[in-house]
């Protein structure tokens, strides 16, 4: 994650589709203090290979804001924005392992 409060890595760990709902997504975020978090407002559009989710993140000890990650997903990388309920902006790559 790049924006103007700086440059962050975390662990998405997300399973897209299913037997019932190939837009289903759901997974987990692991933020910078080791936070666990589970994903909210998920969905994937497989024809596209687009996907969005919702997290609540630490920023710093006393500040956890619900961000906001839209991304596309090309070869084996994501890539895409985000938006945290402060408003700063930014961006996010994320190589996929299966």
Not at 34 to 60: M, N
Not at 70 to 82: A, M, P, V
């Amino acid at each position: 994650m790049k924006s103007h409060r700086g440059i962050a890595e975390i662990l998405i760990e997300i399973n897209t589709g299913g037997a019932c709902n190939e837009h289903a997504l759901d997974g987990d975020v692991t933020d910078v203090h080791g936070q666990r978090e589970k994903i909210e407002s998920a969905y994937y559009d497989p024809q596209h290979k687009l996907l969005g989710f919702a997290v609540t993140l630490t920023y710093s000890k006393s500040e956890r804001l619900n961000t906001s990650f839209i991304g596309k997903i090309t070869e084996n990388k994501l890539t895409g924005s985000f938006v945290d309920e402060g408003g700063v902006e930014g961006h996010w790559t994320a190589t996929i392992q299966k």
